[in-house]
């Protein structure tokens, strides 16, 4: 359950002398919907009755009970969606872990990263940028059009990099590398912007435009958008957090 991955331990390798004798297979149950270790299938035994095949076997076994939950989890997802009228308009249905139970006028995937401090009222999510949160039964109704110049951007460099988009009172942290912390710092002391000549001068260890583009395509998909274009430069107002 702590590797978080199946295993076999043979006679010695027990860390308990009367257990030399055995041999122990186990497989962890993983559930999908909050990526939790939720119990384990064991087979334990006399080491003369081991078989190949056992660890395929409780290995078998653990992904068909998390796929048992899984199916369940779907069917919740259906019922929400079911109990949930939609509203005009751009919005995303999910569950409380951010599972997406609807979604209409919106590019997501399967499941958006909520802030641990969401609350009812304007939020902003990475996949999703501005919107206003809205508490259902079993989850959150987020709708799109609340423009994203109502937040604002905070970054610390210390002691890892971490951008805050504040919007409406509520914080959406979101932790980045390091080389993604040292362009965003370069574009917070830039508010004219940057190209990417210009960032590159700017950057130690970077010897091409190319490098920067890639990198800036990366931190784009991380903050949502919220990083404009010719030149680079952040689309809402930012500051350095001490």
């Known amino acids: 359950m702590a590797e978080r991955t199946a295993v076999q331990i043979f006679g010695p390798e027990h860390a308990r002398e009367e257990q030399h004798t055995w041999v122990c297979t186990s497989a962890p149950i993983i559930e999908e919907r909050t990526g939790q270790v939720l119990g384990a299938i064991t087979l334990s035994g006399s080491y003369r009755t081991a078989h190949p095949h056992t660890l395929a076997l409780v290995s078998a076994t653990a992904r ?3 796929g048992l939950l899984s199916e369940r989890h779907h069917r919740e997802l259906h019922l929400l969606a079911a109990s949930v009228p939609s509203p005009v308009g751009r919005h995303v249905l999910v569950d409380a872990q951010g599972w997406v139970a609807h979604s209409t006028g ?59 988009v504040v919007q409406d009172g509520q914080r959406t942290e979101i932790r980045l590398t390091e080389r993604h912390g040292e362009i965003l710092a370069l574009l917070v002391a830039n508010p004219a912007g940057l190209d990417a000549h210009g960032l590159m001068e700017r950057l130690p260890g970077i010897t091409t435009t190319v490098t920067v583009r890639a990198e800036l395509s990366r931190l784009r998909t991380r903050l949502g958008g919220l990083i404009e274009s010719r030149p680079y430069r952040l689309g809402l107002p930012a500051a350095f957090r001490p």
Not at 107 to 114: F, K, M, S
Not at 123 to 128: F, K
Not at 137 to 144: I, K, R, T, Y
Not at 151 to 161: H, K, S, T
């Open 64 to 66: 068909e009970a998390a």
């Open 106 to 164: 919106f590019g997501v995937g399967t499941r958006l990263r909520l802030p641990g401090t969401l609350s009812p009222g304007g939020a902003w999510l990475p996949e999703l940028g501005a919107v206003v949160a809205e508490e259902v039964p079993g989850g959150w109704l987020l709708h799109g059009g609340k423009r994203a110049s109502d937040a604002r951007l905070e970054l610390a460099l210390a002691p890892v990099p971490v951008a805050v």
